[in-house]
T-cell receptor, first 112, second 115 residues
Framework: NAGVTQTPKFQVLKTGQSMTLQCAQDMNHNSMYWYRQDPGMGLRLIYYSASEGTTDKGEVPNGYNVSRLNKREFSLRLESAAPSQTSVYFC???????????FGEGSWLTVV | AQSVTQPDIHITVSEGASLELRCNYSYGATPYLFWYVQSPGQGLQLLLKYFSGDTLVQGIKGFEAEFKRSQSSFNLRKPSVHWSDAAEYFCAGRYSGAGSYQLTFGKGTKLSVIP
């Protein structure tokens, strides 16, 4: 029972490099989310996908793009990484209009 | 704008003591409210949630929370803390209306437990 799976778990990037964080869920959920977590800031929503085929900006979307590849998968792309994007990234999913959101274990990203 | 506030950044309690973590919300209508726990290096685990009805909500690991509309609060409690409860706790809320997806988190309260 995997739930929400994120890859990679750890990544170090140089400024200006690009990368994609992958996320997959096996709970047949319609809605998926990407959050970032920074010390003292709690979790902030980057983008979400209410259902397959739709994506919307959250609180902190600048510097990121997302793709809802299919119902299971929701990827987050950094086109040109900046040190300010050093953070822990969490993917999550819920039923549509979901009352409970389930989180992956996080991806630690460092941009140097 | 909606917000969730956790006034305490860090709390230290002795093992066996009671615990209360504070959470206040600011929403136009009664939101859905959640408490999550995060152990170091781990993701977030749902402890409990409030949607409507009984204002005292029971969760996992012996935790409970009470929704108080008059105080705009949703405080988390545990009668007797165990060393394994040391973690960071996040209160979160979202609008209860249809089509609402954005979960707003407080900044977290780190709990330390003295053996």
């Amino acid at each position: 029972n995997a739930g929400v799976t994120q890859t990679p778990k750890f990544q170090v990037l140089k400024t200006g490099q690009s990368m994609t964080l992958q996320c997959a869920q096996d709970m047949n959920h319609n809605s998926m989310y990407w959050y970032r977590q920074d010390p003292g800031m709690g979790l902030r929503l980057i983008y979400y996908s209410a259902s397959e085929g739709t994506t919307d900006k959250g609180e902190v979307p600048n510097g990121y793009n997302v793709s809802r590849l299919n119902k299971r998968e929701f990827s987050l792309r950094l086109e040109s990484a900046a040190p300010s994007q050093t953070s822990v990234y969490f993917c999550a999913s819920s039923e549509e209009g979901g009352n409970t959101i389930y989180f992956g274990e996080g991806s630690w990203l460092t941009v140097v | 704008a909606q917000s969730v506030t956790q006034p305490d950044i860090h709390i230290t309690v002795s093992e066996g003591a009671s615990l209360e973590l504070r959470c206040n919300y600011s929403y136009g209508a009664t939101p859905y409210l959640f408490w999550y726990v995060q152990s170091p290096g781990q993701g977030l685990q749902l402890l409990l949630k409030y949607f409507s009805g009984d204002t005292l909500v029971q969760g996992i690991k012996g935790f409970e929370a009470e929704f108080k509309r008059s105080q705009s609060s949703f405080n988390l409690r545990k009668p007797s803390v165990h060393w394994s409860d040391a973690a960071e706790y996040f209160c979160a809320g979202r609008y209860s209306g249809a089509g609402s997806y954005q979960l707003t988190f407080g900044k977290g309260t780190k709990l330390s437990v003295i053996p």
